[in-house]
C-alpha cells in the first residue's frame, strides 16, 4: 500500500532545543489535590488521580467547555516523553486544542518518570515495563468512566512516550481506536544496543548515568529485548505520525520505517515538518510547527472518530 508521506512547510528560527530535558518543570506551586479544577472558556482541567497497585498516578482530565453530563465522549491519553510531566502536554496546549474540538484528554505523569513526576515512584524504579503498566491502568480505568466512549480511546504519546504508546497500542490493540506520534522513539532500543551490546557490563549495578540523569538499571534490562517492531504492528489501525526533519535526538528517518514497515497494512500518514523549528519537541516552542501539528492531529480525530463511529 502506498504510504501518505506530507511535508509542512514551516518559518525559519534560529532557536534549536535537541533534547526534551528542556521540559523539566517544577510544578511545586500546582494544586494536586484529587478534584481540583481550573476553568477557562475553552476547556476544564480536574484533578484525577489513577491507582496502580501499590503506586498512584497523577493526572488531569481535560473536557470540552461544552461537556454534557450522559454524553460519551472519545478520550485521548497522552504520554510524555523523556525528563517529563503532564506539563509538557499543556505547554504544547494539546489537551486545550483537543478539547476546543470536542474531546476528552488525559495527561499524567509517569511513575518514576522524571524528578518533576507528581506520581509515585522514582526514577530508580522506572522502566518500561512499568511505564506500560501505568498507561494499562489508565485505560482500565477511563474504560469505566460514564463519559467515556469504550470504542473510541485513542493514545498520543510524545518521543518516548511515543514508543510507549505504540507498544500499548500493539499490546491492546482491540481497545485502541487510534495512534497519535509526535517524534516517536523507535529507535530507542537500538541505540541501547549499541550503546550495550552486552548486558553483562552492567551486572551488578544499580544505576545508570546518561548525559542528563542517573536511572536504575531495570529500565536497560526489561527493553533489551522487547520485539518493537513485532509488537506494534499488532495495531492494525492508521496512525498519525509527525515529525521534524531537523531533529537530531530521533532523525526522521524513525517515523518513516515505521509508517513502511510497522504501519504498512493501514492507511497510515506521518507529516513531516521542515525548517529549523523542526527539531525535536517542536511543539513545545514554535507556533508554526504548533500549528501544523495540531491541524494534523484534529484532522486524524476527526477522521477516526467518523470511520470508528461507522464501524460500530
Sequence with gaps: MAKKVLIALGLMTT???????????????ETTAEGYTEESEDYTAVVDWIENG??????????????????????????????????????CQWPMKMAENGY???????????????????????????????????????????????????LMGQSRGGIMAAMEAGRRADEVAGLMLMYPGFYMIDRLHEEYPDLSVIEGQDTITDKRDEFGTAFLTDVYD?????????????????????????????????????YADSSSELVLVSGKQSVHAFDAFYEAGQEIAWNAAINYMNEQVELNSQAE
Design 15 to 29: 532557536m534549536v532545543f535537541n533534547s526534551v530535558s528542556v521540559f523539566a518543570e517544577k510544578s511545586g506551586e
Design 54 to 91: 501499590d503506586k498512584n498516578i497523577f493526572g488531569k482530565f481535560y473536557y470540552p467547555s461544552d461537556y454534557e453530563d450522559g454524553k460519551s465522549y472519545p478520550v485521548i491519553i497522552m504520554c510524555h516523553g523523556t525528563d517529563g510531566t503532564h506539563a509538557v502536554y499543556e505547554k
Design 104 to 154: 476528552i484528554s488525559y495527561g499524567f505523569d509517569f511513575c518514576g518518570g522524571s524528578q518533576n513526576s507528581l506520581s509515585d515512584g522514582t526514577l530508580m524504579e522506572l522502566s518500561g515495563e512499568t511505564m506500560l503498566s501505568d498507561i494499562d491502568a489508565i485505560m482500565d480505568y477511563v474504560k469505566e468512566q460514564s463519559f467515556c466512549d469504550e470504542n473510541q480511546i485513542y
Design 226 to 262: 522487547w520485539d518493537v517492531a513485532g509488537t506494534c504492528s499488532q495495531f492494525k489501525g492508521n496512525v498519525l505520525l509527525v515529525h521534524g526533519i531537523a531533529d537530531t535526538t530521533v532523525p526522521y528517518t524513525a517515523s518513516l520505517d515505521a509508517l513502511n514497515n510497522y
